[in-house]
């Protein structure tokens, strides 16, 4: 989101869906016609609103959420949305890509799926995954909606903002780590006694903690690719603990047939409030191990607490 950066993100504020329609008509017009890959994330009306301006052209928009399905953790919705755009857009060149997120959308059905909070880690982290993509996402939200956490969140985490069918410089914008900062990611859910658990502490103890992972994947039946992924991805994060953290702590896992959780906890504080987002340079030696642990697994969720740094890792088979 500079000068030399591709990525754009934007929001609009919209009374009704004709209202809407009449903001993105140029760049969805654009987009569509010059054969950019166009995803809208939108609700049944807005997407009625968006095939009846394109006619017959609505057949070249995906509609549909890139980071389906949803998880609890919108470090990880930000990151898959940046994955499958890798994947599915062929993207660079002369391709770029147009996102339409209604925040209505945005983490599911449950009852505190579009709640600000949510919505903001998601914008926040979003504005570290995609730099360098050559993707314009914009965020809508009805007028209806807007209360006073959704008008700080949307000035918070959005470069520009449409005024009119105008986009404009967004005063207001913070960058990714001060949003978060005040912001943070929740804990994970809950899950009850771990099936096994286990302390490491130092270099020496990642023997033992790649031999445990290789056994907990394969008795949870993951293929052998995911096993092998699954055991970089756990060297990894306690490597990360032991270099960066704490220097120790406590490996805990709930296995089942198809589905593996693991959770690693130190008495060590982050000091990034966004480790893995932002997709490591391909010259760096260092600060590749999150990053590569995100793409591994099926939810890489991180939060500090009291009490240390969190990071839960799920993979299904």
């Given at each position: ?82 994955e ?11 391709r ?12 599911g ?72 900062a ?18 490491f ?27 092998d ?60 191990g ?28």
């Amino acid at each position: 989101m500079t000068a030399t950066d591709p990525f754009r993100h934007l929001a609009v504020v919209y009374h009704d869906a004709d209202d809407l329609i009449a903001t993105l008509t140029p760049l969805l017009d654009v987009a569509v016609t010059r054969g950019d890959l166009v995803w809208a994330a939108v609700d049944e009306p807005l997407r009625e609103a968006v095939e009846r301006h394109l006619g017959v052209r609505a057949r070249e928009v995906v509609f549909g959420e890139p980071a389906f399905p949803y998880s609890y953790s919108g470090q990880t919705t930000a990151a898959r949305r940046a994955e499958r755009l890798r994947e599915l857009g062929e993207l660079g060149g002369d391709r770029a890509a147009l996102i339409l997120s209604d925040s209505t959308t945005v983490g599911g059905s449950g009852p505190d799926s579009s709640a600000p909070d949510y919505w903001s880690v998601v914008d926040a982290s979003c504005n570290l995954a995609l730099t360098g993509l050559p993707v314009t996402l914009i965020c809508l939200c009805a007028a209806a909606d807007v209360s006073d956490d959704t008008d700080r969140y949307l000035h918070w985490n959005h470069p520009e903002l449409f005024v009119g069918t105008t986009a404009s410089p967004n005063p207001r914008y913070r960058s990714p780590d001060q949003v978060l900062a005040s912001v943070p990611a929740p804990p994970a859910p809950p899950l009850g006694p771990p099936s096994e658990q286990a302390t490491f502490a130092g270099a020496s103890g990642l023997r033992g903690v790649r031999v445990a992972t290789r056994r907990h994947g394969e008795e949870a039946g993951l293929s052998d690719e995911q096993v092998d992924g699954l055991v970089l991805a756990i060297g990894e994060l306690v490597s990360n603990s032991v270099e960066h953290g704490a220097g120790h702590g406590t490996l805990s896992w709930w296995t089942r047939p198809g589905r593996i959780v693991a959770q690693i906890h130190d008495v060590g504080h982050m000091g990034s409030t966004t480790p893995g987002l932002r997709r490591p340079d391909v010259r760096s030696a260092r600060g590749r191990g999150v990053w590569l642990a995100r793409q591994l697994s099926d939810v890489l969720h991180i939060w500090s607490g009291a009490d240390g740094t969190h990071v839960r890792l799920e993979l299904g088979a």
